[in-house]
């Protein structure tokens, strides 16, 4: 599988943007690239996710590099309820499903 | 609208005995993925099940095994627990065919093997 890497964890504070990174060197070309987060006690949910063009949308932003080996999730105005582990994952087709490869996530605090 | 719903919610067993963990999925989704998350780790795909018939595979031997019913609801079994095994189970619901294939996940089960 190809794999994705996170920072552990990230810190920032409440109203202000944060900027989460991902590398995806191996990512091939079909691989879609996905995030998600999760809350303490809860499954993960999903965030954001592109191909090859920046996305937006009414939670987040999502920047991909032009050789697609990297990404960046960005939160443009945090607040206190995005305190959780944010995932960076690539969605694979594997036999007929759609598989979500995770990485390890990166745990990221806000501080109000 | 009702989400994903898992059952049970925590569960202990015995090394070398079987279990079977429920999802309800996400009304009108008709595919169930299950995954599998250790502590402090991100999911592991397990396996998808689409019209009853499970149509990929993770690296997971085939003591894990699952059913779709035709309402849609799974079931994942796990024979012969092994202490590895202990990890929260997520199962998630997503409709196969209309993108962007966004996965719901339920809350998971906590499966505690001793």
């Known amino acids: 599988d190809a794999k994705t890497t996170q920072p552990n964890s990230m810190e920032s504070n409440e109203e202000e943007p944060v900027h989460l990174p991902c590398n995806h060197s191996t990512i091939s070309g079909t691989d879609y690239i996905h995030w998600y987060r999760q809350l303490p006690s809860q499954g993960p949910e999903y965030v954001i996710h592109?191909?090859?063009s920046n996305v937006n949308n009414r939670m987040a932003s999502l920047a991909i590099a032009e050789d697609r080996k990297s990404s960046t999730l960005i939160l443009h105005r945090a607040t206190l309820r995005d305190a959780a582990v944010y995932y960076c994952?690539?969605?694979?087709?594997?036999?007929?499903?759609?598989?979500?490869?995770f990485g390890q996530g990166t745990r990221l605090t806000i501080n109000p | 609208e009702t989400g994903v719903t898992q059952s049970p919610t925590h569960l202990i067993k015995t090394r070398g005995q079987q279990v079977t963990l429920r999802c309800s999925s996400q009304?009108?989704?008709?595919?169930v993925s299950w995954y599998q998350q250790a502590l402090g780790q991100g999911p592991q795909f397990i396996f998808q099940?689409?019209?009853?018939?499970?149509?990929g595979r993770g690296n997971f031997p085939p003591r894990f095994s699952g059913l779709q019913f035709p309402n849609y609801s799974s079931e994942l079994n796990v024979n012969a627990l092994e202490l590895d095994d202990s990890a929260l189970y997520l199962c998630?619901?997503?409709?196969?065919?209309?993108?962007?294939?966004?996965?719901?996940f339920g809350p998971g089960t906590r499966l505690t093997v001793t």
């Open positions: 592109g191909l090859t």
């Open positions: 099940y689409y019209r009853e018939e499970e149509n």
């Open positions: 009304s009108g989704h008709n595919t």
């Open positions: 998630a619901s997503s409709l196969t065919g209309i993108l962007p294939y966004e996965q719901y």
């Open positions: 994952i690539l969605r694979q087709k594997i036999q007929g499903a759609q598989k979500l490869v």
